[in-house]
C-alpha cells in the first residue's frame, strides 16, 4: 500500500503535546473538581487595570502601537525594574512588549540559537522551555535538580553539562513548577559561570513580584550580566493578568533589536488595550501586588505544612505559587497518583515527570485558589493517602 504523504515538519510531529493538557482535559468533564493545577491567580484583574483597558477603547485607541510596544509603557517598564530591582534598559532599543512572556522566551531564543547550539535547560522545568529551544533549532540539554538541594542547581553540574556548542542557560526564579528561588549568592556562583565560559542567560522572571521571605534579586543587577542576560517578565503572575497576554523582554541592544525583527514579522504588536492595562498596573497596582503576595504566603504556609503532615514531604517554596511534594511513599508513580487522585477523590493536580525526569515522584500543587478550596483539597488528599 502506498504511503500517505505527511505535510507536517518532522520537528513538530516528534514534538510531545503538554503533558499538563491531559489532566485538565479530564478534569474539564468532572463536576466537584478542586482544581490545583492551573498555574494561574485566583484573583480578577483589579479595577483600575481594567478601567484603563475600558477607557483606552473608548477613546478610540484601536490601532497598532509601535512594533516594540508603546513608547510610554516601555518607559514606565524600566522605570519599574530599575526602582523595584535596581536593573537599567534603555525603553528605546533595550525593551519589547510582547504577547506574554511565553512570546518573549520564543523570539530570544530564536533570536540567538544556531542549528545545533545548546542550551542547559535546569530541571524541573516549565513544560515550553525545551520544546521551544527544539523549534529554534537548538538542543535542550537537561540538568536536573533533587529535593536535597531545594530543586536548585549546583554550579558544578552547570559546569559539567557544558561543551563547545553551549550558547546559553535557560533560568527561572522563582521556579515553575518547584517555587524554589535562587538567592543572590547563588545567582552570582552562576553568574561566574556565564562570565568564564561566555554564556548567555535567559532569566525568566515572570514570579519576581511573588517573593516572600527574601528580597528578590534579578540576575541582570549582578556585575558582569548586565550585557549578557535576556530578562524575560510580564505581567499575568504578578499582576493577576493572565488573560490579558502580555509580557515583555529586556535585552542588551544588539540582542533585543534582533528580536524585534522576528516580533515584527510574526507578531506585529501587543494587543493595544492590554498595552494601556499593563500601564495603568505599573502605575498603580503595586498595593494590590502587595495583599496577593500576603494571601500567598499564608496559603503557602498553610499548604505545605499540612502536606508534610499528611506524609508527602515537602520543601518551603520561596516564591511563586507552586508547591513541588514527594509522592515517592505511596509506592504510586506521579502519573498513577494524578489520576487516581483525580478520579477518586476529584482533587486536579499536575504530576511532576511532565517537567522532566527529576520532577518523578513529585505533583505540582497550585495554592493560588481559596484558603477554603485548599482546606477541602487537603481533607481529600489525606484521605486519598490513607486509602493507599
Given amino acids: 500500500m502506498k504511503q500517505t504523504k505527511t505535510y507536517l515538519s518532522n520537528t513538530v510531529e516528534e514534538l510531545k503535546p ?38 483606552s477603547l473608548e477613546q478610540g485607541y484601536t490601532s497598532y502601537t509601535a512594533n516594540a510596544g508603546l513608547m510610554e509603557l516601555r518607559e514606565e517598564i524600566t522605570y519599574y525594574l530599575n526602582k523595584s530591582f535596581d536593573v537599567s534598559y534603555s525603553p528605546k532599543n533595550e525593551v519589547i512588549v510582547t504577547v506574554g512572556a511565553s512570546q518573549a522566551l520564543d ?28 523549534l529554534a533549532g537548538g538542543k535542550a540539554v537537561p540538568v536536573q535538580t533533587t529535593k536535597d538541594s531545594d530543586f536548585k542547581v549546583l554550579p558544578h553540574q552547570l559546569e559539567n553539562a557544558l561543551t563547545p556548542r553551549t550558547k546559553a542557560i535557560m533560568l527561572c526564579s522563582p521556579n515553575n513548577p518547584t517555587g524554589s528561588m535562587l538567592s543572590e ?15 548567555l542567560i535567559l ?17 541582570s543587577s549582578i556585575e558582569g550580566m548586565r550585557e549578557r542576560t535576556i530578562l524575560i517578565s510580564g505581567f499575568s503572575k504578578g499582576f493577576a493578568m493572565t488573560g ?29 488595550m492590554a498595552q494601556f492595562a499593563a500601564l495603568e498596573a505599573l502605575k498603580s497596582g503595586k498595593e494590590d501586588v502587595l495583599e496577593m503576595k500576603k494571601s500567598y504566603r499564608r496559603r503557602r504556609n498553610y499548604f505545605v505544612q499540612s502536606l508534610n503532615e499528611i506524609g508527602l514531604e515537602c520543601h518551603i517554596p ?28 476529584k482533587v486536579a493536580v499536575v504530576p511532576g515527570n511532565v517537567f522532566g525526569e527529576s520532577g518523578e515522584g513529585h505533583i505540582r500543587c497550585s495554592y493560588a485558589s481559596s484558603m477554603e478550596q485548599l482546606q477541602e483539597s487537603v481533607k481529600r488528599i489525606k484521605r486519598f493517602v490513607e486509602k493507599l
Fill in 18 to 55: 503538554s503533558g499538563i493538557r491531559r489532566f485538565f482535559d479530564l478534569a474539564a468533564g468532572m463536576e466537584g473538581v478542586i482544581s490545583l493545577g492551573v498555574g494561574e491567580p485566583d484573583f480578577v484583574t483589579s479595577w483600575t487595570i481594567r478601567e484603563a483597558a475600558i477607557s
Fill in 107 to 134: 523570539i530570544a531564543l530564536r533570536a540567538i540559537i544556531n542549528p545545533g547550539e545548546e542550551v542547559i535547560v535546569i530541571e524541573p522545568s516549565f513544560v515550553s522551555y525545551s520544546p521551544l529551544v527544539t
Fill in 185 to 199: 549568592s547563588e545567582l552570582r556562583e552562576i553568574a561566574k559561570i556565564a562570565i568564564k565560559y561566555d554564556l
Fill in 203 to 219: 532569566s525568566d522572571e515572570i514570579y519576581a513580584e511573588l517573593s516572600y521571605d527574601e528580597g528578590y534579586v534579578s540576575l
Fill in 244 to 272: 490579558w497576554r502580555l509580557g515583555f523582554v529586556c535585552a542588551p541592544e544588539e540582542i533585543a533589536q534582533a528580536m524585534l525583527k522576528i516580533h515584527q514579522y510574526s507578531m506585529m504588536c501587543a494587543p493595544t
Fill in 318 to 345: 520561596g516564591g511563586a505559587f507552586y508547591a513541588f511534594p514527594s509522592i515517592k511513599s505511596t509506592g504510586l508513580t506521579s502519573e498513577q497518583f494524578a489520576e487516581k487522585l483525580l478520579l477518586e477523590e
